[in-house]
């Protein structure tokens, strides 16, 4: 129909080619029935209410929906030109969605009406349930009166579905129709309404506003979005999991579908996860479980709004990436440093070309230019068709992940753009030459007008506004490519266990050690002693040098109350220390001190109360905080997924033996953390908090060692 857009060239949902190993997966017989087809894909609208119902109708029409219309109100004969009925026992049929525009009260009494009814589904619009002090008694109160209906919201805008052109959506709205194209599921409505106001040639397909999320929550949504193979891929806007095993269970779905999924993720910051419980009554969960939940479940995490559209845009044309090199074209060679310095500590890279390569580019550029990659390909070659061809064509064939073309474009306004055509011509015939995977990116987002962007994304070429955007598209279309190759079946969680019931009981140090060395975790040879006699019994046993802690569950850091010594060397250092550490403790540990680390980590388990169990490994010492070079994962975890975190830290290098120092015990450090996750998930029911700072990594063949060990459990009162 006219103005569709959003067709391309790509496919409307990725075969699995590019990762065969993985495109056989089963389908998903365990997912729940798509109960929200006929909420997401309506024959038949009812509308409730006055102004919001009203618009409604008028978006409706603007969209050319075509199925039927029921405007219902108690008094009125006719809205928007359209018969109006007094009541829901009075529509013609049961009407699969509904907008329910009224106030909170009268809300709960429509949907018992429709749910009667056997309505498809309602988007409840009021706000005033559970994100104000008064809302819990009406959102258990509306949840009750659902029977088997689906709801949206409340406290919810709604949902637009530009592929049909239905939409239960009281406001204006960008959008357009389309063939096909992107879903958009955001708790926030108004990030969603901005989001449609986006000029930048992002073909949406479904925008669907979560709200409160009394019943249907964000798995519910995606469940029917990832069967319809219209949608090529999924943004999300959350601030909060309500239930991350439903999650886990349609991203497994997802993964079967072929349908990447890219989101961000608000609540980084304090202030950020308090205004987040106020908005939508949502528990965020800690920030660094939610990155692990998301990384586990393979879905790509941005940090903003322009990212979000631009990895959207990418993998609406290209799909996930295969890897993560990439190729720069550009004509000025500051251009060129950008693209070099912003892909800097990112996980994409522009390789050096290979000898073969370089001479293949080298013959179609003139003889001043530095062949490289970035490519500063000079001005010699502006507005000359041929040869941007010859130079594009050759670029393109080097096999890149994905290759990038720099093209910033005149002001339409005041400009002439007509010598910027040779150079899209050249590139959209280098794409039909080569099939490569390919970019246009201008570094300013406002340098790429919309018709132009429309125009490439035409023509199987990704138009990516701004560099830095640019490079963290490319960079989460890696990871989801990633992702993709990796077995569904580790998207398994336990999810959040009962929260432990009982008094907090933290062990002291040597009580806690006993527990670790239960679990094979190595411990250093002590003795906890409640005198200098038994010290000094306890000290013949060791061997010197020794390392004398207070010894009490009420002590947390040592280091900054003074109670721990190290390197005692003899007898009578160790007796004069006891004593001063005795006036303040009833209880000193005397150990062996460990004197040949490679490094020292930190290692914690928490229990998040919305995400689950997860455990955290770092750089550990006083310095753990300071540094924050830590790794957060869910648990469990098997070895891969501890050595790719541990990969990750700035002190791997350390432990692979540093400017010649000795590498560590790697071995022993994966089966300490694998020990660990065992433990944390036997304990789980009662373990409230476990942390090891330090764990010594010892050189390779001699293990590692728990110096320090923090435990507290939940007892029966």
Not at 133 to 155: H, R, W, Y
Not at 550 to 579: F, N, P, R
Not at 615 to 641: C, Y
Not at 672 to 693: G, P, V
């Amino acid at each position: 129909m006219p103005g569709l857009s959003g067709s391309g060239r790509g496919p409307a949902r990725f075969s699995g080619i590019l990762f065969p190993e993985t495109c056989c997966a089963p389908a998903g017989p365990d997912l729940l029935p798509l109960s929200l087809k006929r909420l997401l894909q309506p024959a038949s609208i009812a509308v409730f209410g006055g102004r919001e119902a009203r618009e409604v109708i008028r978006q409706c029409r603007r969209m050319a929906f075509a199925g039927d219309i029921w405007p219902v109100h108690p008094s009125a004969s006719e809205v928007e030109g359209y018969r109006c009925f007094e009541s829901v026992e009075e529509l013609p049929g049961s009407p699969d969605a509904s907008f329910i525009g009224v106030n909170r009260h009268i809300t709960i009494d429509i949907v018992r009406s429709l749910s009667h009814k056997g309505a498809g589904g309602a988007v409840c619009y009021a706000s005033g349930f559970s994100e104000v002090s008064d809302g819990e008694a009406l959102t258990e109160a509306l949840v009750q009166s659902v029977g088997e209906m689906p709801i949206l919201g409340p406290n919810c805008y709604g949902v637009i579905n530009y592929l049909d052109g239905a939409l239960l959506w009281p406001d204006q709205h960008g959008g357009q129709r389309v063939d096909r194209g992107v879903a958009l599921l955001t708790q926030s409505s108004n990030i969603g309404i901005n989001l449609t106001m986006q000029c930048r040639a992002l073909p949406i397909a479904y925008l669907v506003a979560l709200g409160n999320q009394a019943q249907t929550d964000l798995a519910g949504v995606l469940e029917t979005v990832v069967e319809d193979d219209r949608v090529t891929a999924v943004g999300l806007y959350i601030e909060g999991f309500p239930d991350v095993q439903a999650l886990a269970k349609v991203m497994r779905r997802a993964h079967e579908r072929r349908l990447p999924v890219v989101v961000v993720k608000s609540g980084v910051s304090a202030q950020g996860a308090r205004i987040t419980r106020s908005h939508t009554a949502s528990m965020a969960g800690s920030d660094e479980a939610a990155g692990a939940l998301l990384e586990r479940l393979g879905i790509a995490r941005v940090q903003d709004l322009d990212t979000l559209i631009e990895s959207l845009k990418l993998l609406h044309v290209h799909g996930p990436l295969k890897g993560n090199r990439l190729c720069s074209m550009s004509c000025s060679g500051g251009e060129a440093s950008l693209m070099a310095d912003t892909a800097s500590g990112r996980g994409v890279v522009f390789p050096e070309l290979t000898r073969d390569q370089h001479d293949s580019v080298a013959a179609t550029v003139h003889e001043l230019v530095s062949v490289s990659n970035p490519l500063d390909y000079h001005t010699f070659a502006w507005n000359k068709e041929e040869d941007l061809f010859a130079t594009y064509s050759a670029m393109l064939a080097c096999g890149f992940d994905l290759s990038m073309l720099v093209l910033d474009f005149p002001r339409e306004d005041r400009c002439n753009v007509e010598t910027w055509d040779p150079a899209v011509n050249a590139i959209t015939r280098a794409v039909d030459k080569t099939g490569a995977a390919t970019a246009v990116v201008a570094s300013l987002p406002e340098s790429l007008p919309e018709p132009v962007a429309t125009g490439l994304m035409d023509k199987g070429i990704v138009p990516l506004c701004g560099i830095r955007q640019a490079l963290d598209a490319a960079q989460a279309a890696v990871q989801i490519g990633a992702a993709w190759r990796r077995s569904p079946a580790g998207m398994t969680l336990p999810g959040p266990g009962p929260h432990p019931q009982g008094r907090p009981e933290s062990l002291d140090e040597w009580q806690a050690k006993r527990e670790f060395a239960s679990a094979r975790i190595d411990v250093p040879r002590g003795e906890r002693v409640d005198s200098l006699a038994a010290l000094e019994v306890a000290a013949e046993s060791l061997t010197f040098p020794l390392v004398l802690k207070a010894c009490d569950s009420g002590l947390a850091h040592k280091s900054d109350t003074g109670t721990v010594i190290i390197d005692i060397g003899g007898m009578d250092t160790l007796i004069e220390a006891a004593k001063t550490l005795f006036a303040r403790y009833s209880q000193l540990l005397v150990e062996e001190m460990v004197t040949d680390a490679v490094c020292e980590l930190i290692v914690g388990v928490r229990q998040d109360p919305v995400i689950g169990p997860w455990i955290m490994v770092g750089s550990g010492g006083i310095h753990a905080e300071l540094l924050a070079d830590r790794k957060v994962l869910l648990l469990p975890t098997q070895r891969e997924g501890f050595e790719q975190a541990i990969r990750s830290l700035k002190i791997s290098p350390v432990l692979k033996g540093y400017r010649g120092g000795r590498p560590a015990d790697m071995s022993a450090l994966l089966e300490a953390l694998q020990n660990l996750s065992d433990f944390s998930l036997k304990h789980r029911d009662t373990l409230m908090e476990l942390e090891i700072n330090p764990l010594l990594v010892r050189p390779e063949g001699k293990g590692v060692c728990a110096v320090d060990a923090v435990l507290q459990y939940a007892r029966a009162s």
